[in-house]
């Protein structure tokens, strides 16, 4: 239904910014809700960011808020995540999810993935 390819990470100092972008294929983007989950290593996979199909309802993790920003652009079919002021702790794999018309923030409910992006923070 939809492919997803995120790109953006890379390896920044403590303090520093990142942009991670989602780029969806086919027409149907509009359709779907987005997420921003991460997964650290032992860990599991944890609830990030996510956005509604229109844009107007938003959604952050307590760990992310105040300096993560979830985004869309529905005529480029991409949504972003805007990390500033990032923490060693926000070193993971990031994953872009897709879920068709309603915003959830859980994992398990979203339909299809990309194949992450790695983040990584150094101290």
């Known amino acids: 239904q939809v492919q997803l390819v995120e790109s953006g990470g890379g390896l920044v100092q403590a303090g520093g910014s990142l942009r991670l972008s989602c780029a969806a294929s086919?027409?149907?983007?509009?359709?779907?809700?987005m997420g921003w989950f991460r997964q650290a290593p032992g860990k599991e996979r944890e609830f990030v960011a996510a956005?509604?199909?229109?844009?107007?309802?938003?959604y952050y993790a307590d760990s992310v808020k105040g300096r993560f920003t979830i985004s869309r652009d529905n005529a480029k079919n991409t949504v972003y995540l805007q990390m500033n002021s990032l923490k060693p702790e926000d070193t993971a794999v990031y994953y872009c999810?897709?879920?068709?018309?309603?915003?959830?923030?859980?994992?398990?409910?979203?339909?299809?993935w990309g194949q992450g992006t790695q983040v990584t923070v150094s101290s």
């Open positions: 956005i509604s199909v229109g844009g107007g309802n938003t």
């Open positions: 999810a897709a879920r068709k018309t309603i915003v959830v923030l859980t994992a398990t409910q979203y339909d299809f």
């Open positions: 086919g027409r149907t983007f509009t359709m779907y809700a």
